[in-house]
């Protein structure tokens, strides 16, 4: 079935730091592949959408890229603040009315 | 602007209490309207999804049920808590139409301590 894989638990940083994240996933259909972040006590918000129609996303600082080839995409940041600490998700979207997410990435930026 | 909001914020109570959570979104008629459970410091497991007034689908069950009696209102509830059931219930809407594009608009949580 679809999936994705995020192995990175813990990501330490200062600040202006390059931040790379990466996910892996499977699916068997053309994926739409999700970037969302979460600060503490709230809820998850998208970060970014990167499909197999742009191939990239961008916002906020960040960039998101896939690479079907090796069924990966990742997350990067050229140079991390500190109010970037937070908890960052991958997520697929499966057919119907379901998004996987991944187990989460914890990113801490000291000043 | 659409808005969607939890209660309560967190509760504690003992195992085998009922529980009853709500989700409210305004600005919006007819959401999908979904809710995600996410263990401390873990991944988000998407519980149920409803995309009109009554009909509910289940995802994952945990001893939950969800429903939705009016268009911008969604209820989680059970009647005998487990220990398990510990964690924070999401909330989340996304557009009732153009197909799954995986944008969610997610509340601010409600945080389940059992006891």
């Known amino acids: 079935g679809d999936s994705v894989t995020q192995k990175q638990g813990q990501v330490t940083l200062s600040e202006d730091d390059f931040l790379f994240i990466n996910c892996t996933y499977s699916?068997?259909?053309?994926?739409?592949l999700l970037w969302y972040v979460q600060y503490p006590g709230q809820g998850p918000q998208l970060l970014l959408k990167v499909t197999t129609a742009n191939n990239k996303g961008i916002s906020r600082g960040f960039e998101a890229t896939y690479d079907k080839g090796t069924t990966s995409f990742h997350l990067q940041k050229a140079s991390v603040q500190e109010s970037d600490s937070a908890v960052y998700f991958c997520a697929l979207v499966q057919g119907g009315r379901a998004l996987i997410f991944g187990t989460g990435t914890t990113v801490s930026v000291s000043p | 602007a659409q808005t969607i909001h939890q209660w309560p914020v967190a509760e504690i109570k003992a195992v085998g209490s009922p529980l009853s959570l709500g989700c409210t979104i305004k600005?919006?008629?007819?959401?999908?309207l979904y809710w995600y459970w996410q263990a401390t410091g873990g991944t988000l497991q998407q519980l149920f999804y409803?995309?009109?007034?009554?009909?509910v689908e289940s995802v994952v069950q945990l001893n939950l049920s969800a429903s939705r009696p009016k268009d911008d209102q969604f209820i989680l509830s059970t009647e005998k808590l487990l220990l398990s059931h510990s964690g924070f219930y999401l909330c989340?809407?996304?557009?009732?139409?153009?197909?799954?594009?995986?944008?969610?608009?997610f509340g601010e949580g409600s945080k389940l301590t059992v006891l």
């Open positions: 989340a809407w996304s557009q009732g139409t153009g197909g799954n594009t995986g944008q969610l608009y």
């Open positions: 409803s995309i009109t007034v009554g009909q």
């Open positions: 699916t068997t259909t053309y994926p739409t």
């Open positions: 600005g919006k008629s007819s959401p999908n």
